[in-house]
């Protein structure tokens, strides 16, 4: 399953949004409080649970500066997953942004999960628009 977001705006260069997205203790700002519990950071790799996809795992895979910053699963998440955040410089103070997640998951759950994950990912751009990075 492969699911990517609305591009957002973010009135800010490319260069503070990719330092600001690549520190992991930075997450906490970005997910919905809503649907994550059990949040636990360090440097490189965090994990959470969200309702209704269950326990995750992230560590960073691959980081293009100012451009791209690649996330995969823990090899204790319950799903295999990568997630790519996009960024591309629109001017000195305006950049836009994407998100991708590429999953790899059963029909059963995916057709649960599809909608719901949607949703986090445009919400997510929604957030990244009003962080002070």
């Keep these: 399953m492969r699911l990517e977001s609305k591009i957002g705006t973010i009135g800010n260069s490319d260069e503070k949004i990719y330092n600001f997205l690549s520190n992991f203790k930075n997450f906490e700002h970005l997910i919905p409080k809503e649907r994550v519990r059990n949040l636990e950071v360090d440097d490189d790799s965090c994990s959470f649970s969200v309702d209704p996809i ?3 795992g992230v560590k960073i895979a691959e980081k293009e500066p100012y451009k791209l910053i690649k996330l995969s699963s823990k090899e204790d998440s319950r799903f ?3 997630f790519w955040v996009q960024i591309k410089k629109a001017g000195d103070e305006l950049s836009h942004i ?3 997640l590429d999953a790899k998951i059963n029909p059963m759950i995916q057709m649960m999960v599809k909608k719901p994950a949607q949703e986090f990912l445009d919400k997510l751009v929604d957030q990244m628009a009003e962080l002070p990075y």
């Design 80 to 82: 295999d997953f990568s």
């Design 98 to 100: 994407k998100l991708t």
């Design 54 to 56: 269950g326990s995750m």
